[in-house]
């Protein structure tokens, strides 16, 4: 690997977004030489958010995650078979 070259000091966090915005961290930054690390302590967050996506990503990743569960609840509770409508949307 060639030599990696030296990070720059930032005057503020504006700056060094700017920066590797810009430029090649593969270039700065020996990646191979990464560790594992875990961080026991840290808490999950307890603020609610909102994500906008495209309706394609949510019926792509999100769908076939709740549908079964719909479906499940639904053989579960009247004992027949389900039929999903190709075109049902979330």
Do not use: C
């Amino acid at each position: 690997m060639s030599k990696l070259k030296k990070i720059p000091d930032f005057k503020s966090e504006e700056e060094e977004s700017e920066f590797w915005s810009t430029h090649d961290s593969t270039e700065y930054v020996d990646y191979s030489k990464g560790k594992k690390a875990l961080f026991p302590n840290l808490k999950p967050t307890t603020r609610t958010i909102s994500i906008r996506l495209p309706v394609y990503l949510i019926e792509e990743i999100i769908h076939p995650i709740i549908v079964p569960r719909w479906t499940d609840i639904f053989q579960y509770e009247t004992n027949q078979p389900v039929l999903l409508n190709s075109q049902m949307r979330l």
